[in-house]
């Protein structure tokens, strides 16, 4: 498919140019199709099998994802992150109709859902990293900061609807209906995809010019080489490995331990999506902060001590207000880290580097989990979240000690 090429940056706003607007929608529509996908899965999982089976079939897309992840940012810098993501979005919704029509049809055990999980996994490794590379081909270099806010507010969006859609899905039509209701929203985002105008870079002849392998080493030196990039990933690597444990098991541990039940975690989740959601809802507003790169570090810094404190609230009021405090400042540390990586990034090597911070987050970041919850077991919660915390805050740290870095700003 040939994309239709817009020779240069529009002057007008992202958040006022229904260009960029089109890709948003099919961008939403796509990530409200992912929430209502992995209820409906889950759903059908349990109903099919054991407890134990539907955790491997929840699991079966994560090997996949991280064994081909850098695989992707090659293929996503090599064709094109407009062609890639209109092909990954058609294929999951193939993917997805063709599990509701088989499930509709027939009663057929766990095989199909494994299979579609893997399938998932597998595109999402190619998906993820073009998603991450097609902005820069839509607006202008200083509107990348606006475009990132508002890509995690549709983050937010379809994580808060798209488990209601699901569970609607669910009680009209069980899992044929979810999983049905899943592959139309995916559906959605392909002509809207297709309608986007996409520009030429400066630098896209030099995208991929030699073997897969060679390309991926490109990007692996163009990141070790530059002096902001390096310590970025390295920020966002320790960030998110402090706080992904406390932030999933350990809070379910916690509001088991104090009594304050699901509702409980509820509450305190819709605070942490809260403040989170407030920080997008920021840079997509303001479209810059000044000295992004001293804020990205000081917010990580503050937010591990809200993270740790976290452990020790005493009120499900408390825990509900740190929680805030946390997605307030963990959100604006992460939508001003993926804006620098958009903005300093060699345009030709964006899916590849997308595709290394991806997999941090993606791929490696939850396989802590497990070892979060074994620590809380040994030595308890309390021990556990500090440690996190201090994980967490040496992101900033490393963010603070290193000049460039400190430095860094977004374009204006």
Same mark, same amino acid.
């Given at each position: 498919?040939?994309?239709?090429?817009?020779?240069? *940056?529009?002057?007008?706003?992202?958040?006022?140019?229904?260009?960029?607007?089109?890709?948003?929608?099919?961008?939403?529509? /796509?990530?409200?199709?992912?929430?209502?996908?992995?209820?409906?899965?889950?759903?059908?999982?349990?109903?099919?099998?054991?407890?134990?089976?539907?955790?491997?079939?929840?699991?079966? /897309?994560?090997? *996949?994802?991280?064994?081909?992840?850098?695989?992707?940012?090659?293929i996503?810098?090599?064709?094109?992150?407009?062609?890639?993501?209109?092909? /990954?979005?058609?294929?999951?919704?193939?993917?997805?109709? +063709?599990?509701a029509?088989?499930?509709?049809?027939?009663?057929?055990?766990?095989?199909?859902?494994?299979?579609?999980?893997?399938?998932?996994g597998? =595109?999402? %490794?190619?998906?993820?990293?073009?998603?991450? %590379?097609?902005p +820069?081909?839509?607006?202008?270099?200083?509107?990348?900061?606006?475009?990132?806010?508002?890509?995690?507010l549709?983050?937010?969006?379809?994580?808060?609807?798209?488990?209601?859609?699901?569970?609607?899905?669910?009680?009209?039509g069980?899992? *044929?209906?979810?999983?049905?209701?899943?592959?139309?929203?995916?559906a959605?985002?392909?002509?809207?995809?297709?309608?986007?105008? =996409?520009?030429?870079?400066?630098? @896209?002849?030099?995208?991929?010019?030699?073997?897969?392998?060679?390309?991926?080493?490109?990007?692996?030196?163009?990141?070790?080489?530059?002096?902001?990039?390096?310590?970025?990933?390295?920020?966002?690597?320790?960030?998110?490995?402090?706080f992904?444990?406390?932030l999933?098991?350990?809070?379910?541990?916690?509001?088991?331990?104090?009594?304050?039940g699901?509702?409980?975690?509820?509450?305190?989740?819709?605070?942490?999506?809260?403040?989170a959601?407030?920080?997008s809802?920021?840079?997509?507003?303001?479209?810059?902060?000044?000295?992004?790169?001293?804020?990205?570090?000081?917010? =990580?810094?503050?937010?591990? =001590?809200?993270?740790?404190?976290?452990?020790? %609230?005493?009120?499900?009021?408390? %825990?509900?207000?740190?929680?805030?405090?946390?997605?307030l400042l963990?959100?604006? /540390?992460?939508?001003?880290?993926?804006?620098?990586?958009?903005?300093?990034t060699?345009?030709?090597?964006?899916?590849?580097?997308?595709?290394?911070?991806?997999? &941090?987050?993606?791929?490696?970041?939850?396989l802590?989990?497990?070892?979060?919850?074994?620590a809380?077991?040994?030595?308890?919660?309390?021990? &556990?979240?500090?440690?996190?915390?201090?994980?967490?805050?040496?992101?900033?740290?490393?963010?603070?000690?290193?000049?460039?870095?400190?430095?860094? @700003?977004?374009?204006?």
């Amino acid at each position: 498919m040939t994309a239709t090429l817009i020779p240069s *940056p529009t002057a007008r706003a992202a958040h006022r140019d229904p260009n960029v607007l089109r890709w948003l929608t099919a961008y939403t529509s /796509s990530m409200l199709g992912d929430n209502v996908y992995y209820l409906a899965l889950s759903w059908a999982a349990v109903q099919a099998g054991t407890p134990a089976q539907a955790g491997l079939v929840m699991s079966a /897309s994560a090997l *996949p994802r991280a064994v081909l992840m850098l695989g992707g940012g090659v293929i996503a810098d090599r064709f094109g992150p407009h062609r890639v993501v209109i092909a /990954s979005d058609a294929l999951r919704c193939a993917a997805v109709l +063709a599990v509701a029509a088989l499930l509709f049809l027939a009663r057929t055990g766990l095989w199909p859902l494994a299979l579609l999980a893997l399938v998932f996994g597998a =595109v999402d %490794a190619v998906f993820v990293p073009a998603v991450g %590379a097609l902005p +820069a081909r839509l607006t202008a270099n200083d509107q990348l900061g606006r475009v990132q806010g508002m890509r995690s507010l549709a983050i937010r969006f379809a994580a808060v609807v798209g488990a209601p859609l699901g569970g609607l899905g669910v009680a009209l039509g069980g899992a *044929p209906a979810a999983f049905a209701l899943a592959g139309l929203l995916i559906a959605v985002s392909v002509p809207l995809l297709v309608s986007v105008r =996409v520009r030429d870079l400066p630098t @896209e002849d030099d995208a991929a010019k030699g073997t897969a392998w060679a390309d991926l080493k490109a990007g692996l030196r163009h990141i070790r080489g530059h002096r902001v990039l390096a310590p970025l990933m390295l920020a966002i690597a320790l960030g998110d490995l402090g706080f992904v444990g406390p932030l999933n098991v350990g809070l379910t541990l916690l509001a088991d331990q104090r009594g304050w039940g699901a509702s409980g975690m509820g509450w305190t989740l819709a605070g942490f999506g809260t403040g989170a959601g407030a920080a997008s809802l920021l840079l997509a507003v303001r479209g810059r902060l000044p000295r992004a790169g001293l804020v990205a570090g000081c917010t =990580v810094v503050v937010g591990s =001590v809200a993270i740790g404190a976290l452990a020790y %609230a005493p009120t499900l009021a408390t %825990a509900v207000g740190t929680a805030l405090l946390v997605g307030l400042l963990t959100g604006l /540390s992460g939508v001003l880290c993926g804006a620098l990586l958009q903005t300093l990034t060699d345009p030709a090597y964006l899916g590849r580097v997308t595709a290394l911070s991806s997999l &941090v987050s993606l791929g490696l970041t939850p396989l802590s989990m497990p070892f979060a919850a074994a620590a809380i077991g040994a030595w308890g919660l309390r021990p &556990v979240y500090v440690v996190s915390a201090a994980v967490c805050g040496l992101g900033g740290v490393a963010a603070l000690v290193v000049p460039a870095l400190r430095r860094a @700003e977004l374009p204006r």
